[in-house]
């Protein structure tokens, strides 16, 4: 007689435990916010940015990772405008794509009404996607890369609404002059196999980007620093954890918003040389950090520090608080939406 095969075979279920104990570990080790901001709570500001902005002050208002509205009262000027923030599932298994709602609901809640122009620090999806989306609403000139105008150009943004970068030629948008300059992307890692290194042979987006894509599609075309000046006062922000050595040799800044992302992950030698190339040149009396939110969550919720997936926010925190020790800076964090009077 033939023998009635089983539909749940042990060995089946035990395969199929196996994968779930997997999921349920990684869960649990690894999609977890990589620190607790409770910790850091007097670092926060806690202003509401509600009162008019006093004649000659400039504010900052954080919109994540390094979105950062900057306003003087008379013009507002962006760096990135990422705002849709896909889920983690979404950007792992499916296409992505800037989402109208979610946007408009940022420009509305930060109040962005006389916004002049967007800078693109590098063609990433978590920095560029969005950004011709708010250009397009908000009539700003786009200011990036070529892969960054080929983003531009995807989503119907016309030619006269995007400027290609001139590395190191002042920009003047009302009391702002913005000088855009080299800098590298934070080092590559390497995730269960991935890694998101920049294909030598494929450096640059070399066509029109048309939106939805696969966030790889995303590719990072260079990336930049941004000095900003506003009267007598210098802002530099530098969005992704790398240099360009002797880049910043001729800049001070007053205020210095610094990319953290992964910086307690690099050897201590980069670790020291990053914040020579930045704290120690600049001279900043004040340093934001700045990407180093979980982008999978929406803006609408409080952020939260990246996962432990990819990074280490209470190491990278430690670290720049250790570097900074003894010396005449403060450090600010900043929640999404929050704003500061900078000078
Ligand atoms: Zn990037």
Request: aromatic share 12%; net charge positive; glycine share 6%.
């Amino acid at each position: 007689m033939a023998k009635k095969s089983n539909p749940f075979p042990l060995q089946k279920i035990s395969k199929l435990g196996f994968y779930l104990f997997l999921i349920l570990f990684y869960s649990n080790c690894f999609l977890r916010p990589s620190g607790n901001l409770t910790n850091y709570d007097s670092y926060f500001p806690h202003s509401s940015g509600t009162s008019s902005i006093p004649k000659g002050k400039v504010r900052a208002t954080f919109l994540g990772t390094s979105s950062i509205l900057l306003d003087d009262g008379e013009t507002q000027i962006l760096t990135d405008g990422f705002f849709s923030r896909p889920s983690l599932w979404k950007t792992a298994f499916s296409k992505i794509e800037s989402d109208p709602l979610t946007v408009l609901s940022v420009i509305e809640r930060a109040k962005i009404n006389r916004l002049k122009a967007i800078f693109v620090c590098h063609s990433h999806y978590d920095h560029v996607m969005d950004a011709p989306f708010v250009a397009k609403q908000t009539k700003a000139k786009l200011y990036g890369s070529s892969s960054t105008l080929n983003v531009g150009t995807g989503a119907g943004l016309n030619q006269d609404q995007m400027q290609k970068f001139i590395l190191g030629k002042p920009i003047s948008i009302g009391k702002f002059t913005v000088t855009v300059l080299e800098s590298k992307h934070t080092p590559p890692f390497h995730i269960l196999g991935k890694t998101n290194a920049t294909d030598p042979n494929h450096p640059n987006i070399e066509t029109p980007l048309i939106q939805p894509v696969k966030a790889m599609e995303f590719i990072e075309g260079g990336t930049f620093d941004f000095f900003i000046q506003h009267g007598k006062n210098r802002i530099l922000i530098k969005s992704s954890t790398n240099f360009v050595k002797g880049a910043l040799d001729n800049f001070n800044a007053d205020v210095l918003f610094l990319g953290i992302a992964q910086i307690s992950l690099q050897p201590v030698s980069f670790q020291d040389e990053y914040y020579k190339q930045t704290i120690e040149i600049l001279k900043p009396k004040l340093i934001i950090p700045i990407h180093w939110d979980n982008f999978f969550k929406p803006l609408s919720e409080p952020l939260e520090p990246n996962l432990k997936l990819g990074d280490d926010f209470d190491a990278n925190m430690k670290s720049i608080l250790k570097r900074s020790e003894g010396q005449k800076l403060e450090i600010k964090l900043l929640q999404g939406f929050e704003t500061i009077d900078l000078f």
